[in-house]
């Protein structure tokens, strides 16, 4: 080939390929890493894969949202802290491994605090939900919506619980979080934090004998393989809330925000109703597992409930008087109280 032949033909690739790279590079997708606990094939993945769907649609595929589940980018804890850093832009994961980085998060801790998920609904996605979700921006985090994790309840595999004096002797696994880690101690159980991560091979292992969370989780993660004795609790109502880095959302444009914002309202609204869906099944499905289920009489859970007022006290101090009694008073107003 002479040369200028070869110059012709290297300036025609230029000249096709110039446009082409600029074109991919204005349409390749914002890469979002969301991050999340449980499998795939649970509550929280089915509502990751619908967020994720949601931001496709609402940015017209400019948004692309990659989720990760089964703790592959790590345990709540160090996710929260990739978000911060700006090294990972996304997950949902529960308030109450959050309490080390916003104490507030701890009035979701509250044994009891909600009835049902009327109360819970109203009070996350009204101005004290809000409030307390505002907190987060000072330390890096912009938390956009609450989902629902769910009341929690026991499993082990040493006796089924009936009454608190049951609980003595037992290795409860709990989240890594203070309240819990004390209403536990002060129900007599031997209360041990992990990450949720660990928890089934502890489970299967012996190294802890039981645990608490919603049926939903209990199914989803297989429990029923490793724990006999399902005990009914409620003793809390734990929500699930969706983060975003806020180093990497300072960096977005408003409509992008926008998007985002939408698309966890849309996804916290399908969440909510599947989950709901699912517990209302989900003893049925573990009875069919073989799970041994028993529910506490209400006079021992009304004992459980008072022992626990310790702690009542002690996270209205953590949380501020003034939040605890703003939710209080909602909640009473909620119960046709004054
Ligand atoms: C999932 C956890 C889980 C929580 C727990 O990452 O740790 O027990 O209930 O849902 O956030």
Redesign the pocket.
Known sequence: MNIIRRTLLAAACVATLVPAIAQAQDIKPRLIRFG???NEQSN?GRAAKVFADEVAKRSGNKMKVRAIGA?ALG??TQMQQALIGGAQEMMV??T??LVGITKEMALWDTPFLFNNVKEADAVLDGPIGRKVMDKLEDKGLVGLVYWE?GF?NLTNSKRPIAKMEDLGGVKLRV?QNNVYLDSFKLLGANAVPL???E?FSALETNTVDG????YN?ILSSKFYEVQKYLSITNHVY?P?IVLVSKKWWDGLSKDEQKVLRDAAAASRDFERKDTREEAAKALADLKAKGMQINEVPATEAARMRDKLTHVNASIGTTVGMDLWNETQAALSKLRGGK
């Open positions: 999340y606990g449980l929280q703790a345990p709540d994961g529960s109450a491994t994790n929690r989240m990450p949720f991560s928890l645990q608490e969370n919603p989780t734990s699930w």
